[in-house]
C-alpha cells in the first residue's frame, strides 16, 4: 500500500475528529479528514528522518520491534531485523 492510502484509512482511527458523527458531512469534516491524511502521510514517509521525533522515540521503537538501529551520515535511520543467531540467542 502506498503512504497515501495507509494516510486515508489509519487517520480516522488516530484523529477521532475526522469522525463525522451520523449527520450529514459538511466540508469542514472533509478538511479535518484531508488534514489528518495529510499528517498521518507525512508522518510515513519522514519516519527515517532524526527530526521527526526524538531520538529516544526511534530507540524504543528499535528496541520493542527488535531491530537494529543504524544512522548513517545523512542522519536518516536505517531499521533492519535482526540476524537469526541473535534472535535464537533471545529464547
Not at 20 to 45: M, Y
Amino acid at each position: 500500500m502506498s503512504p497515501d492510502a495507509i494516510a486515508i484509512s489509519v487517520a480516522p482511527s488516530l484523529f477521532h475528529s475526522c469522525i463525522h458523527d451520523g449527520r450529514q458531512v459538511k466540508v469542514e469534516d472533509v478538511q479535518r479528514f484531508k488534514l489528518a491524511s495529510e499528517v498521518v502521510k507525512n508522518i510515513i514517509t519522514s519516519f527515517g528522518h532524526t527530526n521527526l521525533f526524538p531520538r529516544e522515540c526511534y530507540e524504543f521503537y528499535a528496541r520493542i520491534t527488535g531491530r537494529t538501529l543504524r544512522v548513517d551520515e545523512n542522519w536518516l535511520f536505517t531499521f533492519q531485523f535482526p540476524s537469526i543467531d541473535m534472535m535464537s540467542s533471545y529464547r
